[in-house]
């Protein structure tokens, strides 16, 4: 190189590689050196591609073959490097290639940038997507294409399944006595205790206010009541102390099967099943009992098809 390009090439803000066509490594400047963490040394003595996670060894081999194969004249990729500390570094690679006057392929140009902590941003985003800021529980629009979704899928191939609304007793109260800060300190603590109660196929999540959904695919009416029960009688065991006064917490839930209804239907049954369980007292649940050829008029259907459960104590 020529000593302008030399010095270019050196102190270029970005990694920049110089690789033959079997992957070893000819150059390399320093903040090629600074993102995997190696001397230069160490990358001349093995090559390019075994710089990346074993996992994304091979993420840009159908570009590269259309590189080779004069189909573009470049491609930029975003891969992860093993850094030599051990963790993984986010990299947008771009790849070029340098031909000799007949048209060979004489050497490949990679230039890498550091893109790791864009990537945490947009990890965090999209968590927040799906997710309750609160109490990092799905909220309601991830519940509600889970549970549109899940209907399909059993309106098609059958199956059971329910939905649980849960409704904390007297919630506003902690709010408007202690303030909200005790109030979120609270949903956070029932938010822990309701995962505890869950399989890995169920949904939870927070809908909104003090109202959680649960989602249970693939269970019976029995063991959505078994389900239902445990759930009460965990949030019961949530008793707390706020400025000295000890505060018991108790919920009620609300109990819909799928029963051939849509995700709408389902959620409207539930919550009437729920507000049936505060009607009777709270700290309980109730179950709605859906009629034969009534679902398409569930939202108009009584009350009086939903049967009160009293929880009882462990």
Not at 66 to 80: F, P
Not at 199 to 217: K, M, N, S, W
Not at 234 to 245: F, P, S
Request: proline share 3%; net charge negative.
């Amino acid at each position: 190189m020529c000593s302008v390009v030399e010095n270019a090439f050196m102190h270029a803000p970005i990694g920049m590689a110089v690789v033959d066509i079997t992957g070893r490594v000819l150059r390399v400047n320093p903040a090629m050196c600074r993102i995997v963490g190696c001397t230069a040394e160490e990358i001349y003595s093995r090559p390019f591609p075994g710089l990346s996670d074993p996992c994304d060894v091979d993420v840009d081999t159908p570009q590269l073959a259309e590189l080779l194969d004069r189909e573009i004249e470049a491609y930029h990729v975003e891969k992860r490097y093993r850094h030599a500390h051990g963790h993984l570094v986010w990299v947008l690679l771009s790849v070029s290639l340098v031909r000799d006057d007949e048209g060979q392929p004489l050497y490949l140009i990679a230039q890498g940038q550091d893109i790791s902590e864009r990537k945490v941003c947009e990890g965090r985003l999209e968590h927040l997507v799906d997710h309750d800021f609160l109490t990092s529980l799905f909220n309601r629009r991830y519940f509600e294409l889970a549970l549109a979704k899940e209907t399909k899928s059993v309106a098609r191939y059958g199956g059971g399944g329910a939905v649980l609304l849960l409704d904390l007793d007297d919630f506003k109260a902690v709010n408007d006595r202690f303030g909200h800060k005790a109030g979120d300190d609270l949903l956070r603590r029932v938010a822990s205790a309701l995962q505890s109660r869950i399989r890995e196929t169920d949904v939870l999540a927070r809908l909104g206010g003090d109202e959680f959904g649960f989602i249970l695919p693939q269970v019976d009416a029995g063991q959505a009541e078994v389900v239902a029960a445990g759930i009460v009688r965990a949030v019961r065991r949530q008793t707390t102390v706020l400025a000295g006064h000890r505060i018991q917490i108790t919920a009620s839930v609300g109990v819909a099967l799928f029963d051939g209804l849509t995700d709408i239907e389902i959620l409207a049954a539930a919550d009437l099943a729920m507000y049936d369980a505060k009607e009777a007292g709270r700290d309980g649940f109730a179950v709605y009992r859906s009629q034969p050829s009534t679902a398409s008029n569930v939202m108009h259907t009584s009350r009086a098809h939903s049967r009160r459960v009293r929880a009882r104590s462990a």
